[in-house]
């Protein structure tokens, strides 16, 4: 048995593997940085990938397992982050798979009936948890609410929703989402949110962290992909958010807005509004505010930016957002937004 690199190049090797997966219902994703195959007379007997730090992609055919070849294959991948500097990892994969990764030491974060979450490393959500209410002086004994937004860019709609959720709620936490799949960096997109909001005093702007809408908790997201996975990655990061941030950070309720254009987030909407109460969270859903009849929305604001429709724009967020779309460092963005495609 040879375990072997996959050259990203090599059409014929990557099709031999998106064949291979396909036996266990798994598709290739295009999204990973390194491959690894274990080979038995050349034909493929197992293969695992990694995208960063987290492994997806993982198959081992039955008459193989048990034997220590996914152990080898894993542990290849993790020296691999080592070498690349990640020291925590994670994994997303099929509920039967679990056993073999916590005998590597991975320990779980959630599960669906179908699909679990696990880590290893020099962190884990717990502590991330930890840090976040020594970080912002969240008082745990108290109630408080929720929401999680992307912001890119951050408007009017947003500080509207914002604004509702602080009138009703004695402390609000707003998590932006960290994952940098955007095409306004995470950092811009956190100030943007602190400057919408400075007004409000009882709301507080924190990470998102990699455990809420991220690459390993919920990829379609960045992508607006349906796929079979699609309903098991929402399952996850709810059961994520009512398990761990809902207990740990007490919170009972979680507000999200309206969404009449996006079907992936219609579908995690309606999946929090599923599993959330089973955790003591009720799901409130705001309606979008509306300019002209028509719901304000990140996308809109994007495709302004695009033809450079500042008149419009003006009257789609907040000042603060405006003065940095007109900056240098905003016009940079406005001109990468032209070439591209990307739906974020």
Not at 279 to 284: A, D, L, N, P, S
């Amino acid at each position: 048995m040879n375990i072997d690199k996959v050259n990203p190049n090599n059409f014929v090797e990557l099709e031999e593997i998106t064949n291979f997966l396909k036996k266990f219902n798994l598709g290739f994703d295009k999204s990973v940085d390194y491959t690894v195959v274990a080979r038995e007379n050349q034909n493929i007997i197992a293969t695992a990938s990694k995208e960063k730090n987290i492994i997806k992609c993982f198959a081992i055919s039955s008459e193989y397992q048990g034997l220590g070849i996914s152990t080898q294959l894993l542990t290849h991948l993790v020296n691999k982050m080592f070498d690349e500097g990640y020291y925590h990892s994670m994994v997303f994969t099929k509920l039967e798979n679990s056993e073999l990764f916590k005998n590597m030491g991975y320990k779980e974060i959630a599960h669906t009936d179908k699909v679990i979450l696990l880590e290893m490393g020099n962190k884990n959500i717990d502590k991330t948890l930890e840090k976040i209410i020594k970080k912002y002086d969240i008082d745990t004994s108290k109630k408080r609410a929720m929401i999680v937004m992307n912001c890119n860019p951050f408007t009017l709609g947003h500080q509207y929703l914002i604004e509702r959720v602080a009138g009703e709620n004695e402390e609000v936490l707003i998590f932006v989402v960290e994952e940098d799949r955007s095409i306004f960096p995470f950092n811009i997109r956190y100030e943007l949110v602190k400057k919408g909001v400075a007004h409000l005093h009882n709301v507080k702007v924190l990470e998102g962290t990699e455990y809420i809408i991220s690459s390993a908790t919920f990829p379609n997201y960045f992508l607006r992909k349906e796929d079979d996975f699609l309903i098991e990655y929402t399952k996850l990061d709810a059961s994520i958010c009512g398990e761990k941030f809902g207990k740990i950070l007490n919170i009972d309720r979680r507000y999200v807005g309206e969404e009449p254009y996006c079907k992936v987030t219609n579908i995690y909407n309606t999946t929090l509004k599923n599993i959330l109460p089973k955790y003591g969270i009720e799901v409130i859903v705001i309606p979008r505010k509306e300019i002209e009849g028509k719901a304000i929305s990140a996308s809109y604001v994007r495709e302004l930016l695009k033809k450079d429709d500042f008149d419009k724009i003006k009257n789609l967020v907040p000042q603060s957002t405006l003065e940095f779309l007109l900056s240098p460092q905003g016009k940079e963005i406005g001109e990468k937004l032209k070439l591209s495609n990307t739906p974020h």
